[in-house]
């Protein structure tokens, strides 16, 4: 059975930093894109930033030069840093990723359980 595990979320003041991770496990053959998403209260989830499998990121423009993503292909694990943190930078951060099982050849998208990120004073 393949998961998405997202740790790193917290509590952290204005202008502080966090790095989320995000394991695929299971038998995985391949992940393709990776990313992660975000939904704050009262609103709709929306992509933050999104890695290929060749390292190609791009960024939601509100994070833009604020927040890197990267990832681990060998570990199938992605990250997310997040810098000059500010209060809207708090949501539910979810990972999600295209990956074929062993034994299939669909390439299918996971969500991870969402870990929260809360940045206050």
């Known amino acids: 059975q393949v998961q998405l595990v997202e740790s790193g979320g917290g509590l952290v003041q204005p202008g502080g930093s966090l790095t989320l991770s995000c394991v695929a496990s299971?038998?995985?053959?391949?992940?393709?894109?990776m990313g992660w998403y975000r939904q704050g209260p009262g609103k709709q989830r929306e992509l933050v930033a999104i890695i290929t499998s060749g390292g190609s990121a791009d960024y939601a423009g509100a994070v833009k030069g604020r927040f890197t993503i990267s990832r681990d292909n060998a570990k199938n694990t992605v990250y997310l840093q997040m810098n000059s943190l500010k209060s809207e930078d708090t949501a539910v951060y979810y990972c999600?990723?295209?990956?074929?099982?062993?034994?299939?050849?669909?390439?299918?998208?996971?969500w991870g359980q969402g870990t929260q990120v809360t940045v206050s004073s």
């Open positions: 999600n990723a295209d990956l074929v099982r062993r034994g299939s050849s669909w390439l299918l998208n996971y």
């Open positions: 299971g038998s995985i053959v391949r992940a393709n894109a």
